[in-house]
């Protein structure tokens, strides 16, 4: 397994700003997913980061709004940008163990747009 | 395109009854299954898992069997506790990224 952070664990912020979400796994790992869980909803992907590489977006979700990094195999960050209370989720980050076929997630970003 | 289906909730039970709770799927190929528990407050935990046809996962008393002629993978467990009050995530793996159920919020009374 992988052990997972994200900073904050939590946040309440103003409607027009921005936020950046941070992941930190202990060890190296090829892939990191951002999922968006929205208040009494299931998870949805927001983009898969490799690292060395632009991240895959799904439909739905675009660059401007969520921009991602990965600069090396065991960090990435997630900015929600120009936020609006529509935004006001849990995000989480998670990582594909390399070769076990499974995927482990951090704790969750708990975000308030007010 | 992929995606789980699994029952809806809540679903209410006493302590030491048998709990199911039902997924299907639709695929294409044979993608890797997985059941996962968010408890109150807490992240989400991979519960269990299978990733051929038959094959059986099992955790914490908790079981599914991959069933391919059905496309199902519904979750089992034969005496609840009320500490297995949880939202339990049906999901698959196809390729790599996880598509989930819409949860299915299980409590559990003394």
């Known amino acids: 397994s992988a052990v997972i952070s994200q900073k904050p664990s939590r946040d309440i912020c103003q409607r027009g700003t921005s936020l950046t979400i941070q992941c930190q796994v202990d060890?190296?790992?090829?892939?990191m997913f951002w999922y968006r869980q929205q208040p009494g909803q299931s998870l949805t992907l927001i983009a898969t980061?490799?690292?060395?590489?632009?991240?895959?977006?799904e439909s739905g979700f675009v660059i401007d709004k969520f921009p991602i990094s990965r600069p090396n195999l065991t960090f990435s960050t997630l900015t929600v940008s120009n936020m609006s209370p529509e935004d006001s989720s849990i995000y989480l980050c998670?990582?594909?163990?390399?070769?076990?076929?499974?995927?482990?997630f951090g704790p969750g970003t708990r975000l308030t747009v007010l | 395109g992929n995606s789980v289906t699994q029952m809806e909730g809540p679903v209410t039970l006493s302590e030491e009854a048998f709990l199911t709770i039902n997924c299907t799927y639709t695929?294409?190929?044979?993608?890797?299954l997985f059941w996962y528990v968010q408890y109150p407050g807490e992240g989400l935990q991979l519960l269990l898992k299978?990733?051929?046809?038959?094959d059986k996962g099992s955790n914490k008393g908790f079981e599914a069997t991959y069933r391919k002629e059905t496309t199902s993978f519904h979750l089992e467990k034969g005496s609840v506790q009320v500490s297995d009050s949880a939202v339990y995530f049906c999901?698959?793996?196809?390729?790599?990224?996880?598509?989930f159920g819409k949860g299915t919020s299980l409590l559990v009374t003394p």
């Open positions: 998670s990582v594909d163990t390399n070769g076990a076929d499974t995927q482990y």
């Open positions: 060890s190296q790992v090829t892939m």
């Open positions: 980061a490799n690292q060395g590489s632009e991240a895959t977006y």
């Open positions: 695929a294409t190929g044979y993608p890797s």
């Open positions: 299978a990733t051929k046809a038959d």
């Open positions: 999901a698959l793996r196809a390729p790599y990224a996880l598509n």
